[in-house]
């Protein structure tokens, strides 16, 4: 039977394990005794978070682990290990295609970012690659996707640029490969992002990925980068906590005041602040000395920090419903995530396309008439629930 509070307790118990350094007392004093072992397993596939795991058990010899649950833990290793040799492959041969088109790309979370904080291709779960162009290269680099087999699941491009574009992102799939999201810029058209694509393309390194090269965002740009992804999408896995945790724990060098600049002149300089508190508060990892009276200036970061742990740790029942606007928080300012959601709504998607399918030479038209196809929407919603 479900048990809330054990779910809780395996979240818990989790976050003791994966943390740069293992709180190896509340794990003994947890293990066994206070979180049945399939409830913390659960906890860390829902949280991308085996590898880690499995790298705690181990240094502390697999104590309280069921004698029944090892082998599985060890066959996941043995599976997760040949597919990111696989995946490491796949990233060198399509990023190797991209930059002998004479194109400029950089890879970014997935293999990339197990190499880079954790040095292992297998020590962090991932299931896509993640690319990165200059927009002008866009049209180079699907045609360079497209002659290696992937496809998107809308082959009109002037499609995916009307109504998909807003994503900034495409993802495409091959038949016998990961998918590849290949992006153009860090978030959507509506959203300011702590990092851009300008700032990145001096700054790449080459980094080992299996037996290829690859360029790759690091240093001070991947924490800005982990900082706003993880809030453009609030936080809602552990996995991204521990990355940044990682990141903060390891990496001495980082000249945090630099970095926090540079997000507070993009309207995002919350995104370090609340990065490294939810690294504190669910990983002992400490906030760096220079942050901390800034964080103190900020309460909106206290505030958004308790709300999205307290939604991890209930899990599903405890996140937000729907995943409208969530992205919004990546703004500082309110008058900033107002205009933001303003952008939104007056951004064509999908959606209405599929609402109102209208011939390519009238694709304008989606800009004056989504405003009011939302508000229909909304209206219909709010009759509905007074009927019921």
């Known amino acids: 039977m479900w048990d809330h509070r054990l779910e809780v307790a395996a979240f818990d118990l989790l976050c003791a394990l994966v943390r740069p350094d293992v709180d190896a007392a509340f794990v003994r004093q947890s293990l066994g005794r206070k979180v049945p072992f399939d409830a913390l397993l659960r906890a860390a596939r829902e949280h991308s978070l085996r590898p880690q795991l499995i790298r705690a058990l181990a240094t502390l010899g697999w104590e309280g682990v069921p004698a029944i649950q090892r082998p599985a833990l060890e066959n996941f290793q043995q599976l997760h290990g040949a597919l990111a040799l696989g995946m490491a492959e796949q990233l060198g041969r399509v990023s190797d295609a991209i930059l002998a088109r004479g194109l400029r790309c950089a890879t970014f979370k997935g293999a990339t970012l197990a190499v880079i904080l954790y040095g292992s291709l297998s ?34 491009r002037r499609f995916r640029r009307a109504f998909l574009g807003y994503q900034r992102q495409t993802a495409f799939v091959h038949p016998a490969q990961a998918a590849i999201d290949l992006h153009w810029d860090f978030t959507g058209v509506h959203l300011p992002f702590p990092l851009t694509p300008a700032e990145i393309w001096d700054s790449l390194e080459t980094i080992k990925v299996g037996q290829r090269d690859v360029p790759a965002i690091t240093g001070a740009d991947l924490a800005l980068l982990l900082a706003g992804h993880g809030t453009k999408e609030r936080w809602r896995s552990l996995g991204w906590v521990v990355d940044f ?50 964080l103190g200036q900020r309460p909106r970061v206290e505030t958004l920090a308790s709300g999205m742990i307290d939604e991890l740790r209930q899990g599903e029942s405890g ?19 107002i205009a933001a959601s303003v952008r939104l709504a007056l951004t064509p998607t999908i959606s209405d396309y599929r609402a109102m399918p209208l011939p390519s030479a009238l694709w304008p038209l ?18 509905q629930l007074r009927l019921e």
């Open 366 to 383: 989606y800009r004056v008439t989504r405003p009011f196809r939302l508000a229909a929407s909304a209206l219909a919603s709010r009759l």
């Open 123 to 156: 020590a962090r779960e991932y299931t896509d690659i993640d690319l990165i162009v200059p927009a002008e290269a866009l049209d180079d680099a699907e045609d360079v996707l497209e002659a290696l087999g992937y496809a998107s699941d809308h082959d009109d």
């Open 245 to 294: 945790a990682v990141l903060v724990a390891h990496q001495s060098d980082l000249d945090w005041p630099a970095i926090y600049r540079r997000a507070q002149a993009a309207g995002c300089g919350d995104n370090v602040l609340l990065a490294c508190r939810l690294a504190e508060r669910l990983l002992g990892v400490a906030v760096p000395s220079v942050l901390v009276r800034l």
């Open 319 to 337: 996140r937000k419903t729907g995943r409208n606007l969530v992205d919004i928080e990546l703004c500082d300012r309110r008058l900033d995530r």
